[in-house]
């Protein structure tokens, strides 16, 4: 099956460097009842998966975590990350891998990344984030005046919501 991509932007072999953050990749992504992503591994990066509409499973290396519209899922550095679409569901979602360049902003995601493993949580619910990937999409797949500047400006609001959200996961793991 052919991927349906609304928007993408893929920087993986020369990352967009802008201020303080290097995208590996950011779109929008469609997928059909019962479709699969594969699995792939997150080398250096974090990627959040935002779903927009339907549901679905990630699974981050083998653990399976049910996300539905609204939630974010984060993928952590090495991560061997898979998206599944449930056979009764379509599944949207917003993506976003990067990775931080701005040392006490890499030091709080290292911590995060850190924790991570051990409480087994990736969903959290945050409005904002979504919002703010969004309009970096907007951003990118139009050439208006000072783009640059607002997804700059984002990244960096969106690395410190993670920071803040992922003091207290509010999803466990579906087993």
């Not at 061997?80 to 360049?101: A, G, Q, V």
């Not at 902003?105 to 990344?113: A, F, P, Q, R, Y």
């Amino acid at each position: 099956m052919k991927p349906r991509y609304r928007f993408v932007k893929d920087y993986t072999l020369s990352p967009l460097r802008l201020n303080n953050f290097n995208i590996i990749q950011i779109g929008r992504r469609f997928c059909s009842p019962g479709e699969v992503i594969k699995a792939h591994t997150h080398k250096n990066y974090y990627e959040l998966t935002i779903v927009t509409s339907g549901e679905g499973i990630v699974k981050s290396n083998g653990e399976s975590y049910k996300i539905k519209s609204g939630e974010v899922h984060l993928s952590i550095p090495c991560d061997i990350h898979e998206i599944i679409t449930l056979d009764n569901s379509e599944l949207e979602y917003d993506f976003l891998s990067f990775y931080c360049t701005d040392d006490e902003l890499e030091s709080e995601l290292n911590k995060i990344s850190y924790n991570l493993i051990k409480i087994n949580s990736r969903i959290i619910i945050d409005n904002k984030i979504n919002s703010l990937v969004s309009n970096c999409i907007l951003e990118f797949s139009t050439d208006k005046p000072y783009g640059q500047k607002i997804i700059e400006n984002a990244l960096s609001q969106i690395a410190v919501y993670l920071v803040r959200n992922f003091n207290n996961p509010i999803k466990e793991n579906v087993k």
